[in-house]
């Protein structure tokens, strides 16, 4: 089965960059979403179609893609910034959607 | 108010079914395809299927997880979409959430989640 891979953790320090990537053989042909989720909160969507930015998210959240790889970063990060973060893409086909195991940020 | 509201969770034994709920308002829910995605608790997300419009003849998809156990219908003359879970196990206990897609296919509409638990 198709599968998206995370790292489950990136820590960084409050002013640094933390780059968070998503790993799947479907990427360079299907849109890669980033999800947002803090405890006890529904996901917010922070980046849609590799390297969109919805309004109201700060400009400090970016995407990216390369190949099968698609980064999100975030420039400067901030102590609320501390969350899980998920990739989600579609299979090859665009039926199936799936999401990536999550990535745990901590910026202390 | 745009929202999305899940309902019909609760405590059930291994086995039995289960029906839950996506109740929508402020959009216009007859051309919105509808997600479900599932957390089981200090575990990430899980996209569990789909159902589109009437425009795309109700399209049906499942993740092969729950693909034969689980399925998704709609009844658009009461904005709702529903979940249909049987022979449940331990492993689906988990929050679950309904979502939408807009036109740029970004899930950037949530429901709050219901809880299910599966146990003796």
Redo the contacts between chains.
Sequence with gaps: ?YELTQPPSVSVSPGQTARITCSGDALPKQ?A?W?Q?KPGQ??V?VV??DD?R?SGIPERFSGSSSGTTVTLTITGAQAEDEA?Y?C?SADSSG????????TKLTVL | EVQLVESGGGLVQPGESLRLSCAASGFTFRGAAIHWVRQASGKGLEWLGRIRSKTHSYATAYAASVNGRFSISRDDSKDTAYLQMNSLKPEDTALYYCTRPDVEMTFDLWGRGTLVTVSS
Excluded at chain 1, 95 to 102: A, D, H, K, M, P
């Design positions: 089965s849109y979403y999800f989720q529904a996901p969507v849609y179609k969109e919805p899980d998920y989600q039926t199936y959607r799936i999401f990536g195991g999550g």
